[in-house]
T-cell receptor, first 107, second 116 residues
Framework: AQRVTQPEKLLSVFKGAPVELKCNYS??????LFWYVQYSRQRLQLLLR??SRESIKGFTADLNKGETSFHLKKPFAQEEDSAMYYC?????????FGAGTTVTVRA | DTGVSQDPRHKITKRGQNVTFRCDPI?????LYWYRQTLGQGPEFLTY????????KSRLLSDRFSAERPKGSFSTLEIQRTEQGDSAMYLC??????????????FGSGTRLTVV
């Protein structure tokens, strides 16, 4: 069965510092991975998709099949990046989520 | 279309009562999903529909849980004989068939259930 692990529950960084959120997965096949974000008092929303190889709000994520990882990175964190971040993997129709990482960016 | 709507936003019920939640997906989305989220955890898949057909329901937590999508539009999630362990946020999401979830789901704001 597929599984997504986010080892850090909490992450605190200073504004302007780099931030990296770790995500590891287990999946028998070619995974399709996502990062979702939930800002305070807002609904869960898609941040970026592995298949798009895009950068959204300065965030990037690289799939490393050898290490089965999909870490989320941003070189310079901003206060508005404070949120809950979930890594997710899709298997046919079903998204499986990690437990999430709460990011706090301090001024 | 304002996205995925869920009603009510909050529900407080006494243990043993039945509750029903409603989800209105984005109108052109054929797939509808229900998730449950407890404190400190990511959303947990419960069930999903493609149009009016419930294609996966084995993850419903017990036979007290049931879901319907009678006309392929809105969906309801019912919990019978609620227990305190049912207290959680219940999320609904939708996506189009053609892309499935590959372009992401659109989530509603959720219904927060508290069983006292």
């Amino acid at each position: 069965a597929q599984r997504v692990t986010q080892p850090e529950k909490l992450l605190s960084v200073f504004k302007g510092a780099p931030v990296e959120l770790k995500c590891n997965y287990s999946y028998s096949g070619s995974p399709e991975l996502f990062w979702y974000v939930q800002y305070s008092r807002q609904r869960l929303q898609l941040l970026l998709r592995h298949i798009s190889r895009e950068s959204i709000k300065g965030f990037t994520a690289d799939l490393n099949k050898g290490e089965t990882s999909f870490h989320l990175k941003k070189p310079f964190a901003q206060e508005e990046d404070s949120a809950m971040y979930y890594c997710a993997l899709i298997d046919d129709y079903k998204l499986s989520f990690g437990a999430g990482t709460t990011v706090t960016v301090r001024a | 279309d304002t996205g995925v709507s869920q009603d009510p936003r909050h529900k407080i019920t006494k243990r043993g009562q039945n509750v029903t939640f409603r989800c209105d997906p984005i109108s052109e989305h054929n797939r509808l999903y229900w998730y449950r989220q407890t404190l400190g955890q990511g959303p947990e898949f419960l069930t999903y529909f493609q149009n009016e057909a419930q294609l996966e329901k084995s993850r419903l937590l017990s036979d007290r849980f049931s879901a319907e999508r009678p006309k392929g539009s809105f969906s309801t999630l019912e919990i019978q004989r609620t227990e305190q362990g049912d207290s959680a946020m219940y999320l609904c999401a939708s996506s189009p068939i053609l892309t499935g979830g590959l372009y992401g789901y659109t989530f509603g704001s959720g219904t927060r259930l508290t069983v006292v």
